[in-house]
């Protein structure tokens, strides 16, 4: 049951990095290039730490399948030219490098865990604060279709043993809705234009 799930979540997963895509190349989506590169380096360097304290586990495909795509997107927003607030974008970035650094020196799993969530977040906040701005600036089916995969693979990561392995799962769940509700605000702005 366990391999039928995961193959689902990264289905869904792979699946939603097709209209995200198909978004950046039509100019209807505006990615934050840092941020994707941040997250892809933090996935990576995550992935890497657990593997070598726990060993490999097949639930942390989802995490390969989000470094991969993060680093995707990241290489097609530069092709793209998407926009950044550069003294924005870069203090954020730098933050998140900052956490990063922490993250590698100190060999405790539970503050590694805790700095790679806060450089995670500290990247994220240009894209945070861009689709709050603009709801239209992301893909409500991606970021959709992402967090349906993330839930169905954090139903699986729920039942491993250990509390560290659900941390980021946990963070990463909670992101991802909180980017799709901030899109699906679009929805309740079309509402009112049309109520009045």
Same mark, same amino acid.
């Given at each position: 049951?366990?391999e039928?799930?995961?193959?689902?979540?990264?289905?869904?997963y792979?699946?939603?990095?097709?209209?995200?895509?198909?978004?950046i190349?039509?100019?209807?989506?505006?990615p934050?290039?840092?941020?994707?590169?941040?997250?892809?380096?933090?996935?990576?360097?995550?992935?890497?730490?657990q593997?070598?304290?726990?060993?490999?586990?097949?639930?942390?495909?989802?995490?390969?399948? %989000?470094?991969?795509?993060?680093?995707?997107i990241?290489?097609?927003?530069?092709?793209?030219? %998407? &926009?950044?607030? &550069?003294?924005?974008?870069?203090m954020?970035?730098?933050?998140?490098?900052?956490?990063?650094?922490?993250?590698?020196?100190?060999?405790?799993?539970?503050?590694?865990?805790?700095?790679a969530?806060?450089?995670?977040?500290?990247?994220?906040?240009p894209?945070?604060?861009?689709?709050?701005?603009?709801?239209?600036?992301?893909?409500?089916?991606?970021?959709g279709?992402?967090?349906?995969?993330?839930?169905?693979?954090y139903?699986?990561?729920?039942?491993?043993?250990?509390?560290?392995? &659900?941390?980021?799962?946990?963070?990463?769940?909670?992101?991802?809705?909180?980017?799709?509700?901030l899109?699906?605000?679009?929805?309740?702005?079309?509402n009112?234009?049309?109520?009045?």
């Amino acid at each position: 049951m366990k391999e039928i799930i995961l193959t689902v979540s990264l289905v869904c997963y792979f699946v939603s990095f097709v209209p995200y895509i198909k978004g950046i190349l039509n100019n209807s989506v505006k990615p934050r290039p840092l941020s994707w590169l941040g997250w892809s380096m933090l996935l990576i360097i995550g992935l890497a730490s657990q593997i070598i304290e726990y060993g490999f586990n097949s639930s942390m495909l989802i995490v390969i399948s %989000a470094g991969f795509g993060c680093f995707l997107i990241f290489i097609i927003s530069l092709f793209k030219r %998407a &926009k950044m607030d &550069k003294e924005y974008d870069y203090m954020c970035f730098a933050s998140g490098i900052i956490c990063m650094v922490i993250y590698l020196a100190t060999k405790d799993a539970f503050i590694t865990t805790l700095f790679a969530i806060c450089a995670d977040f500290f990247v994220g906040v240009p894209t945070i604060l861009n689709v709050y701005k603009n709801p239209r600036s992301e893909n409500l089916l991606a970021w959709g279709l992402g967090s349906l995969g993330i839930l169905l693979s954090y139903t699986v990561v729920l039942g491993e043993k250990g509390y560290l392995l &659900k941390l980021y799962p946990t963070y990463m769940l909670f992101f991802n809705l909180l980017i799709f509700l901030l899109c699906f605000r679009r929805f309740n702005a079309i509402n009112k234009t049309h109520n009045n």
